[in-house]
């Protein structure tokens, strides 16, 4: 617990230098590019529209809610996309800042945060598109929507605690980058995202129980809650603190590895 009240000091003292890495951060991802901020839509939006095709008009998939297939499809997909970037980006956040981290004054410990809340303006675009395709469809907004504040917050800190661990491996294990990528592409289809789990647990009951071990089922059905159902997460009481729990051994397991790594970083860089 000592290692995460450290961070968030060291956060509060370094929060102006953290916010304009930030936003260099996300600005630095587009310059050269023609599009720009565009690219930063293309895929992802390709994604849902062939996901939708796929699964809501080849398959023909009904949601368990009264609902479009492409609004009960979109909640799942879009914490997916933020969690699965930050990842991707956070990783390799200390090879991308070594020049920062080689300098004995930097506390490095904010590099993964930086990707974080690079990553979350993204994240930030989508979720106004979210609300967007919801209004769109006639669906109204409704008091439950600004709960998605809360479950952006308990992703990105479920994504900070694993970025602790890989980035820091990183830098001595290479591979580390291309192991997350490949854990991020199989465990994308661990969760009901795409796909409806009463499809599996009508049959094999015992299947549900199983696919909320997994934490980032909280994450999404605590959005199709927000945007759908209107439910709250206190409505989840054993699931929510199951998420937390787990999150936050994730986060001191990797926090101590960080800080344990953390005096060899600027020697292998």
Known sequence: MNYVLTLLKEIMQKRKIIWDLSKADFRKRFVGSYFGVVWMFIQPVVTVVIYALIFGV???SVPPVPAPYVLWLVPGIVPWFFFSETLNTG??????YS???KKVVF??????IIKLLSCALVHACFVVIMFGVNLCYGWWPQASWIQVIYYSFAAGMLALGICYFTSAVNVFFKDMAQIVGI???F???LVPIMYDEGMFTKELPWLASLFKLNPFYYIVAGYRD???TGNWFWERPRLTIYY????LAVLLVGLKMFKKLRPHLSDVL
Request: glycine share 10%; proline share 6%.
């Open 58 to 60: 080849g398959f023909k």
């Open 91 to 96: 990783t390799g956040c200390l090879q991308e």
């Open 99 to 101: 020049y920062l981290v």
């Open 107 to 112: 506390p490095v410990e904010v590099l993964p």
């Open 183 to 185: 854990c991020l592409q």
């Open 187 to 189: 465990g994308m289809w």
């Open 226 to 228: 927000s945007m759908l």
């Open 244 to 247: 937390w729990a787990v999150t």
